[in-house]
Each structure stands twice: as C-alpha cells, then as structure tokens.
C-alpha cells in the first residue's frame, strides 16, 4: 500500500512474498506487471490465470488478490498511484483520457506476450523505481521526474491496451467459472445473513463442492471473502458519507452488531472506524488544498 504521505509507490521486480497481503483495495490507482512464476488472480468477480508479460490495470476500489501457491516462484512490478496528484499534469496536455481505463473499466487484464513493447514498459517502471527511492531519500525532489516517467507508462499502457486488453476471458474451465459466480453472488448479496448453506443453495451446489473450489481457485475461504468484501463496502461509506453514523454503515454492510463490527475492522485494518475515516478525509482536505 501507498503510504498515506506519499502519491506514488513504485517497486521493481518483487519476488518475495507479502504474508499479510489478503483481499484488499484502496484509493489508488494500480498498475501490476507480472514477470513469472505461478499467481491466480482475482479482480471483483473475475479471476485470472497470469501468464509472464501480462499487465493488470486496477482502480483500486474493487477488491483485489494474488493467490500464489507455496513454495512458487511469484515475481511482479506495482506502480500504485494518486490519481490526484497527476491530474493537474494531465490537464495541461490534455491527456486526461489517459486515466479513462482505471474510470470506466475499473479493471483489465492486457496480455502482451512479453512483446517489444512491453519491455521498454518494463525499463521505464525500473526507471521510475529507481527515481522513486532517491527522491523520497532527498525529501521529494524528482516529483517532476516522476510524473514524467508515470506519464510515459500510461501512454504506453494505453497503446498496448488498445490493442489486447480484455475485460473477460472468452472461455473459462467449470472450476473457475462457479468460482466467479459464488463471487458475484457475495458481493450482490452481502449485506444479507450469508453462509456456505445459503450460498451453495442459491447456486445449486453442494456445500462441499462451493467451499472446496473457492479455497482452491481463491486460496481462502468463502466466509473470509464475505467478510473482505463486507470491509471494503465500510471503508467506501466511511469516505464517501462522512456524516452517516458508524452504526448505520456497520448494519447495512452485513454486520450483525456494531461490537462485532469494531473490533473486526480493527483487527482487519489496524485502525478504528473512526480513526480511518478521519485519516481519510484528512488527505482529502489536504489535496484539494493545494
């Protein structure tokens, strides 16, 4: 994740995995490059099986995780970024459409094939990495630099999008497909009473069945999804309403009492409701500011 004092993250070829990584989202927009190895993607209720070269495009907002199995090679690059802070640059070029993909798609997966031009992609976001860990070491200097380098990427992102980026697959085996449908059905359903008995009901299937290729295509349980999903729709109320009670966020996200509610989202975000919607805010004051 960004830090919150900062408008740009960029990192280089990870290969190590991050442990507290589970579903998540947040306000920046991402660019996430896959380099090789073995990741099983899941997007909103999408999920993609990741070949070397392809590049996942993210608003951020919409849950979001790589499932890695053990003991597998797992190397990517992430570029998560304010949309804020580029706009104003944008603007003046009149290149904002550049940013259209993270707005209207929300997501898209690009499949390059490691072509020509998804090397030079590749060298510029080393580039930016690079920049990236001096300038915060010098105190910010080489913001121009960087707004310079993420403007090449989107351009180059948008050109490679044009021609290859697919929002679904074509074709899917059985697996993944009930998988994506038992994501569907949580996220349109889960402000309700949810079980596996009552998911597996309203999809024909059987309990074992749903809970066996959900871990299996997904990596984590179905009740966890349930309740990844229930925090993120909290975090977009806390934001987005700031002056509904948290009681009235908590019951309309599905959660059962507001204790159950806190100390869950405590133990999930690190923060209190309360204290996460303040920080927000916080940022949000401060950009409109400058």
């Known amino acids: 994740m960004i830090d919150l004092n900062e408008s740009i993250l960029s990192i280089y070829r990870a290969q190590e995995k991050w442990p507290d990584m589970d579903y998540h989202s947040h306000q920046e927009y991402e660019i996430y490059f896959f380099h090789g190895g073995s990741c099983r993607y899941l997007i909103h209720n999408q999920i993609y099986d990741l070949e070397p070269g392809d590049i996942l495009l993210m608003d951020g907002m919409t849950l979001h995780k790589p499932n890695v199995p053990n003991n597998s090679e797992y190397i990517r690059s992430i570029i998560q970024f304010s949309p804020q802070w580029i706009t104003g640059m944008l603007k003046e070029i009149g290149a904002l459409h550049l940013l259209d993909v993270f707005k209207k798609l929300h997501h898209c997966l690009i ?31 080489g913001e121009i630099e960087q707004k310079a380098l993420l403007l090449q990427i989107l351009i180059l992102v948008n050109r490679l999008g044009q021609a290859e980026s697919k929002k679904l697959q074509t074709s899917k ?21 949810l079980s596996i008995e009552v998911i597996s009901g309203a999809l024909n299937l059987s309990k074992s069945y749903v809970s066996h290729v959900f871990k299996e295509m997904t990596g984590f349980t179905v009740m966890e999804y349930v309740m990844g999903y229930r925090i993120t729709q909290v975090k977009f109320l806390l934001e987005m309403e700031p002056d509904k009670a948290l009681k009235d966020i908590a019951i309309e996200c599905g959660f059962e009492s507001v204790p159950h509610f806190s100390r869950y989202f405590r133990e999930s975000v690190g923060v209190t409701a309360r204290e996460y919607r303040n920080g927000r805010l916080k940022i949000y004051r401060e950009e409109n500011e400058k």
């Open 111 to 141: 499949r390059t094939r490691e072509n020509q031009e998804s090397k030079e992609l590749e060298q510029i976001i080393k580039r930016l990495a690079d920049v990236s860990r001096s300038s915060y070491m010098q105190d910010g200097s």
């Open 173 to 193: 085996p059985d697996k993944a497909t009930h998988a994506e449908n038992i994501v569907s059905y949580i996220q349109e359903n889960y402000m309700r009473k």
